[in-house]
């Protein structure tokens, strides 16, 4: 939140939502506790008069606050979790720490998802992966 301040971004559009928890939620109760967890963010952000909500993610975050292995498995299933909701999912993952550390974002990484993702947003085109 501390990014969107330094921009003068207006953060009252922003609600904070822990990708640790939707890693709890997807191992302890799969793909049915991710919808949950995705469906007591639309019912926040209903109450606000949102039409529905827009998760956006840092894969390099997610693996820091959690392993390689969990994020894996959520990427499984997390396109599918989407499904029939007024929400949708965001992935931002950092080319820099790929290209020249690989300390989080890795092959393996990269390759899933490549596998688990529908779409492919680069040079400002949005592409659809076959999948």
Do not use: W
């Not at 998760?55 to 499984?76: C, M, N, R, V, Y």
């Not at 499904?83 to 950092?94: F, N, Q, R, T, V």
């Not at 899933?112 to 529908?118: C, V």
């Amino acid at each position: 939140m501390e990014l969107l301040d330094i921009h003068g971004i207006n953060k009252s559009r922003v609600i904070f939502f822990p990708v640790k928890s939707m890693v709890i939620a997807n191992n302890k109760n799969g793909i049915d506790g991710l919808k949950q967890l995705i469906l007591t963010l639309l019912k926040e952000a209903e109450s606000n008069n949102y039409k529905g909500a827009r998760i956006i993610g840092q894969p390099s975050f997610a693996i820091g606050e959690t392993s390689k292995e969990d994020f894996l498995k959520l990427e499984e299933v997390l396109r599918y979790a989407f499904i029939g909701m007024k929400a949708s999912g965001l992935c931002i993952y950092d080319a820099f720490d790929y290209i020249h550390n690989r300390d989080l974002i890795d092959e393996d990484i990269i390759k899933n998802s490549l596998d688990t993702h529908s779409h492919l947003l680069s040079n400002n085109c949005l592409n659809k992966i076959k999948i």
